[in-house]
């Protein structure tokens, strides 16, 4: 059973561009969150998601940042016109159910780098 | 507002000596989890164990057990016969239903350093 897949594993973008990390989470896993770690930092909540519904965005920027999980592939959390400081390693964390006894599988990450 | 506090940047720890990592939390849930993770130096999060708010003995799970004192809202990690393999961010979190979000809410780590 493979883990929680986040690809790329590292992105490199300039300012202004837009940044689209990919998260696949665990087979039978139907519950997504992202997270993102600035450097000596724990991590922070950004956005949870089940499948086509965002359950809770409180943790998400109001603007350029956005996130899915459609009926069929991946979660994307997308980040538009990206600036130095969204530079970060983002999390992306599944569980088959939002019951608080469940542990949360961790991605690998994905490391931005913002030029 | 869910809160969980570290109060440890860092520790250092003898090998094959015992270490405690301090954890404190805040909620006004009666039903939430609380979780250890492991971060090595490679980035990636690693569970190490799980208590739950109305579990009544202590976790364990191999070198690692949780030291659990609800009426504190105190749940400290000890790693028993510390390796090398230890170093690394370790992060207290919990889990609960407040505003209907189970979100994994993060301390801000304690960085371990296990010298030989």
């Known amino acids: 059973n493979a883990g929680v897949m986040q690809n790329p594993r590292h992105l490199v973008r300039r300012r202004g561009q837009e940044a689209r990390l990919r998260c696949s989470p665990m087979?039978?896993?139907?519950?997504v969150y992202w997270y993102r770690q600035l450097p000596e930092e724990g991590l922070k909540f950004m956005v949870y998601?089940?499948?086509?519904?965002?359950?809770?965005e409180s943790g998400m920027p109001k603007e350029r940042f956005s996130a899915e999980f459609p009926k069929e592939g991946p979660s994307i959390l997308r980040i538009q016109q990206v600036v130095r400081g969204d530079s970060a390693a983002y999390f992306c964390a599944s569980s088959p159910s939002g019951t608080d006894n469940e542990k949360l599988f961790f991605g690998s990450g994905t490391q931005l780098s913002v030029l | 507002a869910q809160k969980i506090t570290q109060t440890q940047p860092g520790m250092f720890v003898q090998e094959k000596e015992a270490v405690t990592l301090d954890c404190t939390y805040d909620?006004?849930?009666?039903?939430?989890?609380l979780f250890w993770y492991k971060q090595p130096s490679s980035g990636e999060m690693i569970f190490l164990i799980y208590q739950g708010s109305y579990d009544e003995q202590n976790a364990t799970e191999g070198r690692y057990s949780l030291n659990f004192q609800k009426a504190r809202k105190s749940a400290n990690l000890v790693i028993s016969a510390s390796q090398l393999g230890d170093s690394a961010m370790y992060f207290c979190a919990m889990r609960g239903s407040q505003g209907g979000s189970e979100k994994l809410v993060f301390g801000k780590g304690t960085k371990l350093t296990v010298n030989p």
């Open positions: 998601l089940q499948k086509e519904n965002i359950i809770d």
């Open positions: 087979k039978g896993h139907s519950h």
């Open positions: 909620t006004s849930d009666q039903s939430y989890g």
